[in-house]
C-alpha cells in the first residue's frame, strides 16, 4: 500500500515556485545573447515580443478551456479527469469551429468581430467556470514537483525560438520552410480574401488546415498576419508544454501514488527536452496540436475503460481534430488508438462506443470535407483522385504529389531509413550529406525500446506496456508504409516513448531509493534529466553559424517595414529580395515568383506557386511550347512587369521529379535573357553557393509597344 504522504510536497516543491521560472528566465535572457557580431544583445527584444505575443496565444487557448465546459458536463459523466477532457474537448470544438466560422467568412465578420466573440464568449465560459468547480476526482497536488523545473534549458529554448522571426531557424527545416510556404503564408492570404478558402496556387490550403484556422484567427485579432507570427509561434508552444504535462499526468496515474510526481515531472522533462519537440514546437506548425490530442485519447484509452457512447463522442471529436489538425493523424493516431480500443472496450460496448466515435469524427471533419467538395468536387483533394476526381490538376501533377509523399522505395531500403531516420538519427557519420544531421531525437527510442522490454516482464504493467507497444508499432508501420520517411513524420510517436519511459521508471525508482534512499535517487534523476534538457541548447547553439538569437523579434525587418529608406536600401542590395520588391520597385509592378515559394514576408504585388501546382509561366509554357515570344506577350497580358528567379528551388524540385518538366533552369534563364532585363541579382545568401543566384528581371517592352513609342519620338512634339 502506498504511504498516505506519499504525494505531499516538500519544500522542494514551494522553492521550485520561484527558482524554475526564474531559472527559465535567466536562461532565456542568456541565450538571447547568442547573436554574433552583427547585432547586440537581444535580450530586451526577446522579452518584449514574449511579453506582447502571449498573451494572444494564451487567451485562444483559455478560450478552448471555456468552450470545453459544458461539452465535459455534457459528456464526461464519471470525470475521472475532468480538466484532461475539458481541455481536450475544448481544443478540438476550437480548431472545429475556427475552420467552420473562418471559411464562411465569420472570423472578419464587422474587421474582426467575430473573431472577438468567439474568443470572449469561450473566456467568459472558462470564467463562469469557477462558480462550478469540477468534482476533486484524483486530484493531483496543486504544487508543481520541483524536479520538472529540470526542463528549464529546453524550456528557454522553446520559447526564445519562437520569438524569432519565421525563416531563421531551424537548419533540420531548412529555416522552417514550410511555415513560409504555407503554415504561416495561407493565414495571411486567407485573411485578404476574408475567409478561409482553396487556393489553386497553394495545394496545402485544400488539407484540412485546423491549426492554420487557428492562426488565420490570430492574425484577424492582432490585425496583422506578420506580427501574429509570434503568437502563433507561441500558441503552437505551449501545446507542446501541454503535451509534456498530459503525459505527466498520464504517466502518474499509470504507476500510481507512491512515484506518481517524480515520475510525472521526469516524463514531462523528457518530453520537451527532445530536440525535434523544441525543434517543432517553437515553429509554426501543427504537429504539436496532433501529440496533444493524442495525448489526452490516450488518457481515456490507458486510464480507464471507455463503457458508454459519451466517451465514443469524446474520442471522435479528440480524433477528428488531430485529423484536422495533420491529415497523417490518420494514420499516426486513429489507427493506433482503434486498435487500442478494441483491447480496452468489451466486446459488447464496441457498437455503442465506435459507432457514436465515428459520426462525431464525421462530424468534426465537415468544414474540411464541405469546403473542399465545394470548390474542388473532391472532398480530399488531392487524395483519392481516383474516386472524386482531380479537380484542377493534371495527372501529372497528382502523381508527382503522391511520388512526393508516399515513398516508392522496397522494404529493404525502407528499413535503412527507419534505423537512419529514428535510431540514430544525428548519431555517427551523415548518411545523406548535405542534408541536416543532429540529434533530434536524442536518446529516446533505445531508453524507450528498453523500457518497452523490461515492462514486458514485469506482470504489474504488462498490460499498459502492451497497449504501448501496439501504438509505437502501428505508428512506426504506418510511417513506413505510407510516408516519405522523413524523422520529423515520426513526431508523434514521442507520447508513447515518453510513456514507455515512465512506466519503466515507476518499476527502477522505488528499488533505486531503497539502495541509495531518496535523496539521492531524486538527485541523480534531477542530475539526468538536467543533462537531457540541455541537448536542445547544444543544438541551438550551433544555428547560424552561432548566432541563433539574431533575428529574435525581427519579422518586420524581414519585410522592410519600420525601417528607414537608407536602411531598406541596404537590406534590399545586400540580402532580401522581399524588402527589394516591396519597397524598390515602381507604383504597378507585379512579380511573377518563379522557384521562390516561401512567400509570407512579400507584402508586393506577386504570384506563386508551390512545385505541385502549376503557376502563370507554367501554364503558358504548355500551351505554347515552341513559343518563347508568346510567354513574353502572355506574362504582359496577365499585368506581370518582373520575374523572381530562384536557381536553386529549381533545381532542388528538377532533381526531386516534383515539378513541371517545362519549368528548368535552363529554360527560365533562357527565356529571360531573350526578353528580360536584370533588375537585380542576389547570390544565394542563405547557402553561400556562388554559382546560385535569385535573380529579379524586368520583362521588356512588346515590340509593337516599343515601336510605337519610337514613332512618337520620332515625329517630334504634337502641335499646339
Known sequence: MDHPDAQRPDRLDRLGLIAGPLAVLILFVWLAGWTGPARPHAGASAIIVLLSSTPWALAWLVA???????????????????????????????????????ALGALQWGGSLGAWTLLLTGIALAIVQRRYPAPAVNRTPSSVPWLLWMAAPALAVLLLAACSAPGWLWASEFGGYDALSYHLQLPKEWMALGRIEPLTHNVYSYLPGYVEAAYYHLAVLIGDPIQAVYACQLLHAAMAVL??????????????????????????????????????????????????????????????????????????LLTAAACGAKLTAAGFVVLP?????????????????????????????????????????????????????????????????????????????????????????????????????????????????????????????????????????????????????????????????????????????????????????????????????????????????????????????????????????????????????????????????VGEARPLYYQADIAYQTTWDRGPLSQIMRAFPSQPNHWADELRGQGFTHLLVSDEMLQRWAASKWNDPNLTVQKVRAFAAQYCDVEYDWRDVEHDQPNLHITLYRLRESPLIRQRKDAVKASGPAPR
Not at 478540438?92 to 475556427?98: E, K, P, S, T, V
Not at 517524480?262 to 525543434?279: F, H, K, Q, R, S
Not at 539521492?520 to 534523476?525: D, S, T, V
Open 243 to 316: 503535451t509534456a504535462v498530459i503525459v505527466a499526468r498520464l504517466a502518474g496515474r499509470i504507476v500510481g501514488r507512491s512515484v506518481a510526481r517524480p515520475v510525472g515531472a521526469a516524463a514531462a522533462v523528457l518530453l520537451i527536452g527532445t530536440p525535434w519537440v523544441v525543434v517543432v514546437g517553437s515553429l509554426g506548425y501543427n504537429e504539436m496540436a496532433v501529440t496533444l490530442l493524442l495525448a489526452i485519447a490516450l488518457s481515456i484509452l490507458l486510464a480507464q475503460s471507455p463503457t458508454t457512447w459519451q466517451h465514443g463522442v469524446i474520442l471522435g
Open 337 to 593: 488508438l482503434m486498435i487500442v480500443a478494441l483491447f480496452t472496450i468489451a466486446r459488447r460496448r464496441w457498437l455503442g462506443v465506435i459507432l457514436p466515435a465515428g459520426v462525431a469524427g464525421l462530424f468534426g471533419l465537415l468544414p474540411y470535407l464541405l469546403r473542399n467538395w465545394i470548390y474542388s468536387d473532391n472532398p480530399v483533394f488531392p487524395f483519392m483522385t481516383e474516386i472524386f476526381g482531380s479537380a484542377h490538376w493534371s495527372q501529372d501533377q497528382v502523381g508527382n504529389w503522391i511520388a512526393g509523399h508516399v515513398s516508392e522505395a522496397a522494404l529493404g531500403p525502407r528499413l535503412i531509413e527507419l534505423w537512419n531516420q529514428l535510431w540514430r538519427f544525428g548519431l555517427g557519420p551523415n548518411p545523406s550529406p548535405p542534408e541536416p544531421w543532429s540529434p533530434q531525437w536524442s536518446l529516446l527510442p533505445w531508453l524507450a525500446a528498453a523500457g518497452l522490454m523490461f515492462c514486458l516482464t514485469i506482470p504489474s504493467v504488462r498490460r499498459v506496456t502492451l497497449k504501448l507497444t501496439v501504438i509505437l508499432t502501428a505508428q512506426i508501420l504506418f510511417w513506413l508504409a505510407l510516408t516519405h520517411l522523413k524523422s520529423r513524420f515520426l513526431l508523434v510517436g514521442v507520447v508513447g516513448a515518453t510513456l514507455s519511459v515512465a512506466v519503466a521508471l515507476g518499476l527502477i525508482l522505488p528499488a533505486l531509493q531503497s539502495r541509495i534512499g531518496a535523496r539521492g535517487a531524486r538527485a541523480l534523476l534531477a542530475a539526468l534529466l538536467l543533462a537531457w534538457s540541455g541537448v536542445p541548447v547544444i543544438i541551438y547553439a550551433a544555428e547560424r553559424g552561432g548566432a541563433p538569437a539574431a533575428s529574435i523579434g525581427q519579422a518586420s525587418l524581414m519585410t522592410g517595414e519600420n525601417l528607414s529608406e537608407p536602411q531598406r536600401i541596404e537590406l534590399a542590395h545586400n540580402a532580401s529580395p522581399a524588402v527589394y520588391l516591396n519597397h524598390l520597385l515602381p507604383d504597378g509592378a507585379r512579380t511573377l515568383l
Open 64 to 102: 478552448a478551456f471555456g468552450l470545453g465546459w459544458p461539452l465535459q458536463r455534457l459528456l464526461d459523466r464519471r470525470g475521472d479527469d475532468p480538466f484532461v477532457v475539458q481541455l481536450g474537448l475544448g481544443i478540438a470544438a476550437m480548431l472545429i469551429i475556427d475552420a467552420a466560422l473562418g
